[in-house]
């Protein structure tokens, strides 16, 4: 019976830590999401300079310069929609960035921000660190057991 509930126990931590990684994992995630939109937005803003060249991003063009207003608003709308979704990356990256910051132990909070901020390989956290590689896990899972996402 007892280690039933030790064997629970376990589970839990383990299912706890790994949501506790997800987390940590999402500000690469958010990361390359802002990149991908400040690429867009740029593309957009090229060709709102000159709307009457081809950059593929759907939106009608006219070949008469005449009247942009409908094609201005439609590249408005569209960069005020891809604004927000940056901006909303952004808050979700810095929200794991804070979330690291809190932390007490400074070892701690240095294998994360290598790991899970700047997405760095084990090894090279190794060697930056000064530490073996199991050692190095060690406080990686001492890390995660501390940790906690800040609301």
């Known amino acids: 019976m007892y ?5 629970n126990v376990l589970q ?18 958010a990361k390359r999401d802002v990149i991908r939109l400040e690429e867009q937005l740029a593309e ?19 070949h008469n ?9 439609k590249v408005d709308e569209l960069e005020r929609e891809i604004m927000a979704a940056r901006y909303l990356r952004i808050s979700a990256f810095q929200r794991v960035r804070e979330c690291i910051e809190v932390m007490e132990d400074e070892r701690e909070k240095l294998l994360l ?3 899970y901020l700047r997405g760095m390989r084990w090894t090279a956290i190794c060697e930056k660190m000064d530490y ?14 501390n940790f906690k996402t800040c609301d």
């Not at 957009?44 to 006219?62: E, F, Q, T, V, Y």
């Not at 310069?65 to 608003?73: I, V």
């Not at 590689?133 to 995660?144: D, E, G, N, P, S």
């Open 132 to 145: 073996s590689w199991q050692h190095l896990h060690k406080i990686h899972a001492r890390a995660l057991n």
């Open 65 to 73: 310069a005449t009247d942009l207003s409908g094609y201005a608003a």
């Open 113 to 115: 921000t290598y790991r």
């Open 44 to 62: 957009l803003r090229i060709g709102k300079m000159s709307p009457g060249c081809d950059i593929g991003d759907g939106l009608p063009h006219s």
């Open 3 to 7: 280690q039933v509930k030790e064997d």
């Open 12 to 29: 839990e931590a383990k299912a706890e830590n790994e949501q506790k990684k997800e987390f940590l994992m999402s500000y690469q995630v």
